[in-house]
Protein backbone atom coordinates (compact mmCIF):
# COMPACT_ATOMS: atom_id res chain seq x y z
CA UNK A 1 0.00 0.00 0.00
CA UNK A 2 1.37 3.83 -0.74
CA UNK A 3 0.74 7.19 1.16
CA UNK A 4 0.22 10.29 -0.50
CA UNK A 5 1.88 13.56 1.71
CA UNK A 6 2.81 14.29 4.54
CA UNK A 7 1.48 15.58 7.86
CA UNK A 8 4.43 16.50 9.74
CA UNK A 9 4.64 20.12 7.58
CA UNK A 10 2.59 22.82 7.82
CA UNK A 11 0.59 23.58 5.56
CA UNK A 12 0.79 19.96 3.69
CA UNK A 13 -2.59 17.43 3.09
CA UNK A 14 -2.62 14.80 5.77
CA UNK A 15 -0.68 11.29 4.57
CA UNK A 16 -3.47 9.32 3.01
CA UNK A 17 -3.84 5.64 2.04
CA UNK A 18 -4.14 5.35 -2.12
CA UNK A 19 -5.53 1.96 -1.79
CA UNK A 20 -8.08 2.70 0.40
CA UNK A 21 -9.03 5.96 -1.15
CA UNK A 22 -9.40 4.27 -4.57
CA UNK A 23 -11.88 1.88 -3.11
CA UNK A 24 -14.16 4.92 -1.74
CA UNK A 25 -13.74 6.46 -5.21
CA UNK A 26 -14.75 2.99 -6.65
CA UNK A 27 -17.76 2.82 -4.61
CA UNK A 28 -19.09 6.72 -5.23
CA UNK A 29 -18.85 5.76 -9.22
CA UNK A 30 -20.21 2.45 -8.74
CA UNK A 31 -23.31 3.96 -6.86
CA UNK A 32 -23.98 7.31 -9.11
CA UNK A 33 -22.30 6.60 -12.51
CA UNK A 34 -19.34 9.18 -14.17
CA UNK A 35 -21.38 11.57 -14.84
CA UNK A 36 -23.61 11.60 -11.32
CA UNK A 37 -20.34 11.64 -10.00
CA UNK A 38 -18.90 15.32 -8.89
CA UNK A 39 -15.43 15.96 -7.26
CA UNK A 40 -16.32 16.62 -4.29
CA UNK A 41 -18.42 13.81 -3.87
CA UNK A 42 -14.91 12.06 -4.35
CA UNK A 43 -13.34 14.09 -1.94
CA UNK A 44 -15.41 13.54 0.63
CA UNK A 45 -15.83 9.79 0.20
CA UNK A 46 -11.67 9.47 -0.08
CA UNK A 47 -11.50 12.33 2.76
CA UNK A 48 -8.97 14.31 0.83
CA UNK A 49 -8.95 17.33 -1.02
CA UNK A 50 -8.69 18.70 -4.52
CA UNK A 51 -5.36 19.57 -4.93
CA UNK A 52 -4.18 15.58 -3.49
CA UNK A 53 -6.78 13.86 -5.87
CA UNK A 54 -5.11 15.51 -8.45
CA UNK A 55 -1.82 14.78 -7.55
CA UNK A 56 -2.32 11.60 -6.50
CA UNK A 57 -4.71 10.46 -9.45
CA UNK A 58 -5.05 12.98 -12.30
CA UNK A 59 -8.24 14.31 -13.25
CA UNK A 60 -11.70 12.64 -12.84
CA UNK A 61 -11.38 10.98 -15.80
CA UNK A 62 -8.01 8.76 -15.31
CA UNK A 63 -9.31 8.50 -11.70
CA UNK A 64 -12.33 6.37 -12.54
CA UNK A 65 -10.38 4.25 -14.66
CA UNK A 66 -8.00 3.25 -11.83
CA UNK A 67 -10.94 2.52 -9.85
CA UNK A 68 -11.89 0.45 -12.86
CA UNK A 69 -8.73 -1.73 -12.53
CA UNK A 70 -9.24 -2.05 -8.92
CA UNK A 71 -12.86 -3.31 -9.18
CA UNK A 72 -11.10 -6.05 -12.06
CA UNK A 73 -8.34 -6.79 -9.54
CA UNK A 74 -10.37 -7.62 -6.37
CA UNK A 75 -10.31 -10.70 -5.14
CA UNK A 76 -13.84 -11.32 -5.45
CA UNK A 77 -13.43 -10.82 -9.46
CA UNK A 78 -14.65 -13.90 -11.12
CA UNK A 79 -14.11 -13.05 -14.87
CA UNK A 80 -10.28 -13.93 -15.51
CA UNK A 81 -10.21 -16.86 -12.60
CA UNK A 82 -12.83 -18.41 -14.37
CA UNK A 83 -10.98 -18.84 -18.09
CA UNK A 84 -8.62 -20.60 -15.90
CA UNK A 85 -11.21 -23.65 -15.50
CA UNK A 86 -9.97 -26.98 -16.97
CA UNK A 87 -13.67 -27.11 -18.88
CA UNK A 88 -15.85 -24.81 -21.49
CA UNK A 89 -18.26 -26.24 -18.84
CA UNK A 90 -16.67 -24.76 -15.79
CA UNK A 91 -15.56 -21.71 -17.31
CA UNK A 92 -19.15 -20.61 -18.11
CA UNK A 93 -20.37 -22.24 -14.48
CA UNK A 94 -17.67 -19.99 -12.83
CA UNK A 95 -18.54 -17.04 -14.49
CA UNK A 96 -22.44 -17.48 -13.86
CA UNK A 97 -22.44 -18.61 -10.57
CA UNK A 98 -20.03 -15.97 -9.54
CA UNK A 99 -21.86 -13.12 -11.19
CA UNK A 100 -25.05 -14.20 -9.38
CA UNK A 101 -23.14 -14.26 -6.39
CA UNK A 102 -20.89 -10.84 -6.48
CA UNK A 103 -23.20 -8.70 -8.43
CA UNK A 104 -26.47 -9.12 -5.45
CA UNK A 105 -24.18 -8.62 -2.58
CA UNK A 106 -25.35 -6.18 -0.53
CA UNK A 107 -22.09 -5.44 1.06
CA UNK A 108 -21.47 -2.66 -2.15
CA UNK A 109 -23.50 -1.24 -4.74
CA UNK A 110 -24.98 -4.11 -6.92
CA UNK A 111 -24.28 -4.84 -10.51
CA UNK A 112 -21.23 -4.25 -12.64
CA UNK A 113 -19.87 -0.88 -12.65
CA UNK A 114 -18.05 -1.71 -15.96
CA UNK A 115 -21.60 -2.25 -17.49
CA UNK A 116 -23.52 0.10 -15.99
CA UNK A 117 -20.31 2.81 -16.52
CA UNK A 118 -20.79 1.88 -20.30
CA UNK A 119 -24.86 2.26 -20.35
CA UNK A 120 -24.56 5.46 -18.73
CA UNK A 121 -22.24 7.66 -19.66
CA UNK A 122 -22.77 10.88 -21.76
CA UNK A 123 -21.62 12.39 -24.90
CA UNK A 124 -19.27 14.65 -22.11
CA UNK A 125 -17.77 11.11 -21.47
CA UNK A 126 -16.75 9.44 -24.85
CA UNK A 127 -13.45 8.75 -23.91
CA UNK A 128 -14.70 6.96 -20.22
CA UNK A 129 -17.21 5.47 -22.47
CA UNK A 130 -15.01 3.68 -24.98
CA UNK A 131 -12.17 2.52 -22.48
CA UNK A 132 -15.46 0.19 -21.07
CA UNK A 133 -16.72 -0.65 -24.40
CA UNK A 134 -12.94 -2.14 -25.05
CA UNK A 135 -12.73 -3.69 -21.81
CA UNK A 136 -15.90 -5.66 -22.33
CA UNK A 137 -14.97 -6.17 -26.10
CA UNK A 138 -11.14 -7.73 -24.89
CA UNK A 139 -12.91 -10.04 -22.43
CA UNK A 140 -14.99 -11.36 -24.62
CA UNK A 141 -12.26 -11.97 -27.09
CA UNK A 142 -10.65 -13.92 -23.90
CA UNK A 143 -13.20 -15.70 -23.68
CA UNK A 144 -13.87 -16.39 -27.33
CA UNK A 145 -9.79 -17.64 -27.41
CA UNK A 146 -10.78 -20.26 -24.57
CA UNK A 147 -13.71 -21.49 -26.20
CA UNK A 148 -11.81 -21.89 -29.34
CA UNK A 149 -9.02 -23.82 -27.24
CA UNK A 150 -12.15 -26.14 -25.66
CA UNK A 151 -12.88 -26.94 -29.53
CA UNK A 152 -9.09 -28.16 -30.31
CA UNK A 153 -9.13 -30.32 -27.26
CA UNK A 154 -12.60 -31.74 -28.29
CA UNK A 155 -14.01 -30.44 -25.09
CA UNK A 156 -16.36 -28.58 -26.70
CA UNK A 157 -18.21 -30.18 -30.18
CA UNK A 158 -16.89 -29.19 -32.98
CA UNK A 159 -20.32 -27.59 -34.95
CA UNK A 160 -19.74 -25.02 -31.62
CA UNK A 161 -19.81 -21.52 -33.04
CA UNK A 162 -17.29 -19.98 -30.24
CA UNK A 163 -17.87 -16.91 -31.14
CA UNK A 164 -21.68 -17.07 -30.89
CA UNK A 165 -21.04 -18.44 -28.10
CA UNK A 166 -18.94 -16.21 -26.09
CA UNK A 167 -21.11 -13.30 -27.01
CA UNK A 168 -24.01 -15.45 -25.89
CA UNK A 169 -22.51 -15.94 -22.45
CA UNK A 170 -21.40 -12.19 -22.19
CA UNK A 171 -24.61 -11.39 -23.19
CA UNK A 172 -26.55 -13.21 -20.27
CA UNK A 173 -23.68 -11.68 -17.68
CA UNK A 174 -24.42 -8.40 -18.88
CA UNK A 175 -28.22 -9.06 -18.69
CA UNK A 176 -27.41 -10.33 -14.90
CA UNK A 177 -25.87 -6.92 -13.80
CA UNK A 178 -28.94 -5.11 -15.12
CA UNK A 179 -31.30 -7.22 -13.27
CA UNK A 180 -28.82 -7.26 -9.85
CA UNK A 181 -28.79 -3.22 -10.14
CA UNK A 182 -32.56 -3.44 -10.92
CA UNK A 183 -33.04 -5.00 -6.79
CA UNK A 184 -32.46 -8.90 -8.53
CA UNK A 185 -31.57 -11.27 -5.55
CA UNK A 186 -28.98 -14.14 -5.71
CA UNK A 187 -31.11 -16.60 -5.47
CA UNK A 188 -33.21 -15.00 -8.51
CA UNK A 189 -29.95 -14.76 -10.79
CA UNK A 190 -28.85 -18.19 -9.53
CA UNK A 191 -31.57 -19.44 -11.03
CA UNK A 192 -30.82 -17.99 -14.82
CA UNK A 193 -27.35 -19.33 -14.21
CA UNK A 194 -28.58 -22.62 -13.89
CA UNK A 195 -31.36 -22.42 -16.85
CA UNK A 196 -28.18 -20.76 -19.04
CA UNK A 197 -25.77 -23.87 -18.47
CA UNK A 198 -29.01 -26.28 -19.69
CA UNK A 199 -28.39 -24.96 -22.88
CA UNK A 200 -24.29 -25.01 -22.70
CA UNK A 201 -23.20 -27.08 -25.19
CA UNK A 202 -21.28 -30.32 -24.07
Avoid at 5 to 18: I, K, Q, T
Avoid at 19 to 46: C, H, N, P, Q
Avoid at 50 to 57: E, G, N, T, V
Amino acid sequence: MSAVGSSSHVGRPRAFDMDTALEKALEVFWRKGYDGTSLSDLTEAMGINKPSLYAAFGNKEQLFLKAIELYESRPCAFFLPALEKPTAYQVAEHMLYGAAMTMADQAHPQGCVVVQGALSCSEAAAVVKEALINRRLEGQQKLLERFERAKTEGDLPASVDAETLAQYLGTVLQGMAIQANNGATSEQLRKVAEMTLLAFPR
